[in-house]
């Protein structure tokens, strides 16, 4: 099993960008799906979360409003569409993938895998 997550980049603020997790070896829409950051010199954290049973759950109020997680099952793929970016949310972001339910640990997860960069600079 391979969980990737791609799409970040350099971006000005107010900008948006779209991160995608895809997935080899599991279907994620079977899946939780948590998006989590680490900034530098902060630990990673949780900071949305999108399960069958409850939706997408915002774990970090700066973010609520300015992301949005949906998904393609086609494409075994989900998203997190970011927008009105802020430079605080430069980080690296991660996915991870749990059989159950959204958790707060991003080692908790079943898989999770690479993050990808973010940088909000102008």
């Known amino acids: 099993v391979q969980l990737q997550a791609s799409g970040g980049g350099l971006v000005q603020p107010n900008g948006s960008l779209r991160l995608s997790c895809a997935a080899t070896?599991?279907?994620?829409?079977?899946?939780?799906i948590g998006w989590f950051r680490q900034a530098p010199g902060k630990e990673r954290e949780l900071i949305s979360c999108n399960s069958r049973t409850h939706g997408t759950i915002h774990y970090v109020d700066a973010v609520r409003g300015r992301f949005t997680i949906s998904r393609d099952n086609a494409k075994n793929t989900v998203y997190l569409q970011m927008s009105s970016l802020k430079p605080e949310d430069t980080a690296v972001y991660y996915c991870?993938?749990?059989?159950?339910?959204?958790?707060?640990?991003?080692?908790?997860?079943?898989?999770w895998g690479q993050g990808t960069q973010v940088t909000v600079s102008s």
């Open positions: 070896g599991v279907t994620l829409a079977d899946y939780a």
């Open positions: 991870a993938a749990d059989w159950r339910l959204c958790r707060p640990s991003f080692n908790d997860y079943d898989y």
